[in-house]
């Protein structure tokens, strides 16, 4: 090993991109693991699916290992590599191993040469389309498998060479029999010239083959011809109801403006519709809940002012205590009202006088019944003149329904005198 192997092999190393720093005074003794590992990446780094096995604790492991990289490199990059050497481990193994790395080292240089140059042609000229040329590459592939096929049986072929060195020369030396040469001449030759017919045929084949074919392209081509003009002709020629079908599509084109145009009138006049039937019944929740407020008042009112007069007349009149017997005490009432002094009634803004003393009973219910023909009535009026019934029945407050005799009656001396107490 020289000085000069030893540096070119590190510098490789590294342009490979060797993980780890190969020192120069690494190999100046026997160093077996190193060499190892360095195989085995240079093994992988040619075949990264290669199968390889990597114990080398004992010598038998070494050796199967150093057998393994020596033939995978054999017939896999033909690359004669020697065992002993690598066996060694020291320097004789990395000028064992240099040959793998100057094979490796070359490769990458082309590739990037190929690289940059195929870079240039790409900027310069055009883009490489690489879908274009994938049957090519698989026939590459194929030839390459082939190839590395052919390597190996040759190496093979060339391992017997020995055995049959020996054989092919007890061959030369045998003298030869000329009746057997010339047979064996004979059947050969009758043999080419049966080959040779045989490609003839072919040949004539292929050639009765092209020129059907070409019959037949000449053919679809006179047939594209006249369909193009065919084609042609067609289009310059104008439908003779193509008039009455563009007038046709211009009257549907009206009418469909037509439509669109009264479909969003009655779009709107719906949506108009619902609006004002939303409103009216806004304003009828409205009014009729107006309506329940103002009778719900008139009848707390209407309360209020029977409670008051209750207050009022019991305070007015005196009521005798433990005199005189129940009979004296109905003596001591007044008489019926008279129809003719029952209430005092001035237009529709009146309102009814009189005492808290009730009535019969059935000139209450007269009393009442009145009252409620007097509401249906108002209710089928204006709602003007039924806020101001409602007005007037508040001023009645409940003493008027309570205290309203029959129509016809006449008023009572004392409910004249009790109601100028007021």
């Known amino acids: 090993m020289s000085f000069r192997d030893l540096r070119h092999f590190t510098e490789m190393m590294r342009a490979l991109g060797y993980p780890r720093l190969i020192s120069m005074e690494n190999f100046r003794t026997p160093n077996f693991a190193l060499v190892a590992e360095i195989l085995t990446w240079l093994v992988k780094s040619y075949e990264p699916e290669v ?3 990597i114990d080398v604790d004992t010598e038998s492991d070494r050796v199967v290992f150093i057998r393994a990289v020596a033939q995978f490199m054999a017939t896999k990059a033909h690359i004669m590599l020697n065992t002993k050497h690598l066996y060694q481990g020291d320097g004789h193994a990395v000028k064992e191993m240099l040959k793998i790395t100057s094979v490796l080292h070359s490769a990458m240089k082309t590739a990037q040469m190929s690289l940059g140059n195929q870079t240039e042609e790409d900027n310069s000229k055009f883009k490489f389309d690489l879908s274009s040329r994938i049957p090519e590459l698989k026939e590459a592939r194929q030839l390459a498998s082939e190839i590395t096929a052919k390597g190996a049986s040759l190496y093979d072929l060339l391992g017997k060479e020995v055995e049959l060195r020996e054989k092919r020369n007890a061959a030369i030396a045998r003298p030869l029999d000329i009746n057997e040469t010339e047979k064996v001449l004979k059947a050969a030759t009758k043999e080419v010239l049966e ?15 092209e020129i059907s074919l070409d019959a037949k392209i000449e053919k679809k081509q006179q047939e594209l011809e006249r369909n193009r003009k065919r084609l042609q002709t067609l289009l310059r020629v104008r439908p003779t109801w193509m008039d009455e079908y563009e007038k046709i599509e211009e009257d549907l084109q009206k009418q469909y403006d037509i439509y669109v145009k009264t479909f969003r009138n009655l779009s709107f006049l719906e949506s108009q519709l619902n609006e004002y039937h939303r409103l009216e019944q806004e304003r009828f929740e409205e009014g009729k809940n107006t309506l329940r407020m103002m009778q719900h008042k008139l009848r707390e009112e209407e309360k209020d002012l029977m409670r008051s007069s209750l207050k009022d007349e019991d305070s007015d009149i005196d009521v005798p205590e433990d005199e005189g017997s129940d009979s004296d005490m109905e003596e001591s009432r007044p008489s019926k009202p008279g129809p003719a002094q029952n209430g005092i009634m001035a237009g529709r803004g009146a309102s009814f006088i009189g005492t808290m003393q ?6 209450t219910e007269d009393s009442e019944i009145d009252v409620d023909k007097d509401d249906e009535e108002d209710d089928e009026g204006e709602e003007d003149e039924e806020s101001k019934d409602l007005e007037d029945e508040g001023l009645d407050g409940p003493v008027a329904r309570g205290v309203r005799p029959a129509r016809g009656s006449m008023r009572s001396p004392l409910q004249d005198e009790s109601d100028s107490d007021f």
Not at 358 to 363: H, I, L, M, P, Y
Request: hydrophobic letters at 25%; aromatic letters at 0%; a negative charge.
């Open 51 to 53: 199968d390889i096995p």
């Open 358 to 363: 009730g009535a019969d009973s059935e000139e």
């Open 195 to 209: 080959s040779v017919e045989e490609t003839k045929e072919t040949l004539s084949k292929v050639v009765s083959d």
